[in-house]
């Protein structure tokens, strides 16, 4: 049994200007010590559904359908008292893209992550700022001890992440969710970043979800990858299958759009095109509009993930002409959840 397993998760924001599809029918499994990345672009749904398997869903969002499990247990049956007692920090942690927002300005680090100890733990105080200047030490803060009571102006941006990943670390969660942890950091922090969730992995034995837009990021953490176009998971497999036999249109033109140092371009390949509302979304195939290999059945027939290799699956009609079938019509879903 895997220890995260998310089954078509639907989560929607209900807003004056319509119903948004944020996540509509997202499946993936994490195991023990493993680690998945989920790349897509920007408003793909990537964030929405992590958030969803921790329970931070806030009104006027909800999700309507699907399953999460975490070590056999359903999340999306416990209340916010629970999910707060029993799985944040303690068996779940997630770190944020903006440390910085993340970070209260007006108490000191040590301050914030002795907080983290106390709540989850049978710590002491002082026994909490001990093991606060531990993780410190351990996520590669220098001088940890003097450096525990400074405030977070007081730290450079990849310091502030080092920070929030020690927030993470506190209770020694067996799954850490990290939310697009390198954004906004130049390269070389980034590359230490990225260092130290591997250290992490080794170390611990934490299972890892990061979503990130960067499929060089993916490639040099993640064990999986899934990719997600417009609220579903388009592809999945092994990351060295997916760089090497991409299957689905939508990933091959994220892989040619990459642009690496070694490499002499006459010319950049961005996908063609904008990703299109997903309060509205196309029918049939969601990438149809972009997609170079789209064909009229595209538009009527909504395609299945199906097996195109060991451990690799892709949502195309490329695949498999006979994949069709029916979605659930958003009226159909929404009635469900209000009943």
């Known amino acids: 049994m895997s220890l995260l397993e998310v089954e078509n998760l639907r989560t929607y924001f209900f807003t004056p200007a319509g119903i948004v599809q944020a996540v ?36 006027p969002g909800r999700i309507v359908e699907g399953s999460v499990r975490f070590d056999g247990r359903e999340l999306t049956e416990l209340s916010e008292a629970e999910l707060r007692r029993e799985i944040r920090g303690n068996e779940i942690s997630i770190v944020f893209q903006d440390a910085m927002s993340a ?16 709540e989850n733990t049978d710590r002491s105080p002082s026994a909490a700022r001990e093991r606060a200047i531990e993780l410190l030490d351990d996520v590669g803060i220098p001088n940890p001890d003097r450096r525990i009571d400074e405030y977070p102006h007081q730290y450079s941006g990849g310091m502030q ?10 209770c020694d969660p067996r799954l850490i969710i990290a939310d697009e942890p390198t954004t906004a950091l130049d390269v070389t922090i980034q590359a230490g970043i990225l260092e130290l969730f591997d250290e992490i992995q080794e170390t611990h034995d934490t299972s890892i979800v990061y979503v990130t837009h960067d499929l060089g ?20 497999a092994p990351y060295e299958e997916l760089y090497r036999y991409p299957k689905h249109p939508y990933t091959q033109s994220l892989l040619n759009s990459v642009v690496t ?19 509205s979304p196309p029918s049939g195939c969601r990438f149809r509009t972009r997609c170079p290999e789209a ?16 451990s690799h699956t892709a949502a195309c009609l490329l695949y498999d002409e006979s994949n069709s079938h029916e979605e659930p019509t958003l009226r159909e879903i929404t009635n469900q959840t209000n009943d």
């Open 295 to 310: 064909v009229e059945e595209c538009v009527h027939v909504t395609p299945r993930a199906r097996q195109v290799g060991d």
């Open 161 to 170: 992440q080092r920070a929030m990943i020690a927030m993470a670390l506190a």
């Open 24 to 59: 509509d029918g997202v499946s993936f499994e994490v195991d023990a010590g493993e680690s998945l990345g989920i790349v897509g672009e920007s408003g793909a749904g990537k964030s929405v559904a992590v958030k969803s398997i921790m329970g931070l869903i806030r009104d």
């Open 261 to 279: 140092p070694d490499e002499i371009l006459d010319e950049i390949n961005p996908i063609g095109g904008t990703m299109p509302s997903a309060v």
């Open 103 to 118: 970070l209260n300005p007006v108490f000191t680090v040590g301050s914030q992550l002795e907080e983290v100890i106390v």
């Open 217 to 236: 990021v993916v490639r040099e953490v993640c064990d999986r990858v899934s990719v997600m176009y417009l609220g579903r998971v388009v592809e999945s």
